[in-house]
């Protein structure tokens, strides 16, 4: 096994006979047979290359990092949260993450409902609920909602948020990467190189299709709303969550996640679930929608 590391920008990557070829800033191109694509989220999406899934109703983090909730020398037992939580606010929703040096703090919401100084507030008044005294500023981050409609091609292979991304409620990331980087090196590194070209269309079209149903499921918890009647979770309900069926169109996206997203919800509206059905997945097992389906209270 080698490894060469080249410390340069990446301009271009292009599909050329057998491979492809990465384009550098200030060196010589390079030809190689498979190349990843992790250059990261695009700034604006183009209809063209990418499924805009902004059903999802949010496209902005602001992230804070707060003292550590489980101290080092600690005596006696730990009366707050541990895990990591969610909690709605009427701009969106706050993740928590107890981390054993700090604690990640971020509030998600839609930059072009709610504004950066009435975000901060409410963030300033659920720290102040939540015990918490100091904290130290660490970004702004905006970002896009989307599934790319190329994630493989047989010679490029795009991953992490070069190939999708979505807000970070049900924490996505990593197991999409997971998937994508393990379909491509199964099939490149298990499958005769004659079947390169029927492959690939096969491999890009389930990955698109989990991404897509993974948009699908997160979409979905803001389909009831929240008990906050504000702009944001009236927007998210009314106005946003119903245009994932126009997003999600079988005949635009070319695969089947939105008939998959509908079984699930059909299947949990039968009176009895057939033991059968009980391991079926839409990104996520039934036991998941379900789960969900009681706190949306739907
Ligand atoms: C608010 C928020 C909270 C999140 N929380 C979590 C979490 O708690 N846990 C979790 O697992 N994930 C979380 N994520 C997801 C996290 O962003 C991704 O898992 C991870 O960053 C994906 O890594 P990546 O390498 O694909 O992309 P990036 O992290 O975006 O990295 C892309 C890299 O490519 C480089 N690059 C870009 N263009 C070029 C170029 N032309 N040439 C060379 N290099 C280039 C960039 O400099 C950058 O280093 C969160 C995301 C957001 C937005």
């Known amino acids: 096994m080698r490894a060469r590391h080249i410390d340069a920008r990446v301009i271009d990557i292009t599909r050329v006979e057998g491979g492809a070829q990465v384009e550098f800033e200030g060196l010589a191109p390079e030809r190689y047979d498979l190349v990843f694509d992790a250059r990261g989220f695009p700034r604006e999406l183009h209809p063209e290359q990418h499924i805009d899934i902004s059903f999802i109703p949010t496209n902005t983090a602001v992230i804070r990092r707060c003292p550590a909730i489980v101290k080092e020398e600690q005596d006696g037992p730990v009366l707050r949260h541990t895990y990591t939580r969610a909690v709605a606010r009427p701009h969106g929703?706050?993740?928590?993450?107890?981390?054993?040096?700090?604690?990640?703090?971020?509030?998600?919401?839609?930059?072009?409902?709610?504004?950066?100084?009435?975000?901060?507030?409410?963030?300033?008044?659920?720290?102040?609920?939540?015990?918490?005294?100091?904290?130290?500023?660490?970004?702004?981050?905006?970002?896009?909602?989307?599934?790319?409609?190329?994630?493989?091609?047989?010679?490029?292979?795009?991953?992490?948020?070069?190939?999708?991304?979505?807000?970070?409620?049900?924490?996505?990331?990593i197991v999409s990467a997971q998937f994508?980087?393990?379909?491509?090196?199964?099939?490149?590194?298990?499958?005769?190189?004659?079947?390169?070209?029927?492959?690939?269309?096969?491999?890009?079209?389930?990955?698109?299709?989990?991404?897509?149903?993974?948009?699908?499921?997160?979409?979905?918890?803001?389909?009831?709303?929240?008990?906050?009647?504000?702009?944001?979770?009236?927007?998210?309900?009314?106005?946003?969550?119903?245009?994932?069926?126009?997003?999600?169109?079988?005949?635009?996206?070319?695969?089947?996640?939105?008939?998959?997203?509908?079984d699930m919800i059909q299947l949990m509206n039968r009176p009895v679930i057939d033991k059968s059905d009980w391991n079926r997945m839409c990104a996520v097992p039934l036991t998941s929608y379900c789960q969900l389906s009681q706190g949306l209270g739907c």
């Open 180 to 262: 994508q980087i393990g379909m491509v090196l199964q099939m490149r590194l298990n499958r005769a190189v004659e079947y390169l070209e029927r492959d690939a269309p096969v491999v890009n079209r389930f990955l698109v299709n989990n991404m897509l149903c993974y948009g699908l499921f997160v979409g979905w918890h803001y389909s009831c709303g929240s008990k906050y009647d504000s702009k944001f979770w009236h927007h998210a309900r009314d106005q946003a969550w119903p245009r994932h069926r126009k997003a999600a169109d079988p005949e635009v996206v070319d695969c089947a996640a939105l008939r998959r997203f509908d």
């Open 93 to 173: 929703w706050i993740f928590i993450i107890p981390l054993t040096v700090h604690t990640s703090y971020g509030y998600i919401f839609n930059r072009d409902l709610s504004s950066l100084a009435e975000v901060e507030s409410d963030f300033d008044a659920f720290l102040e609920t939540d015990g918490v005294s100091e904290f130290e500023h660490r970004a702004v981050i905006p970002f896009p909602n989307f599934v790319h409609r190329h994630i493989y091609d047989g010679a490029v292979a795009r991953i992490g948020n070069a190939a999708t991304f979505m807000e970070p409620l049900e924490a996505t990331a």
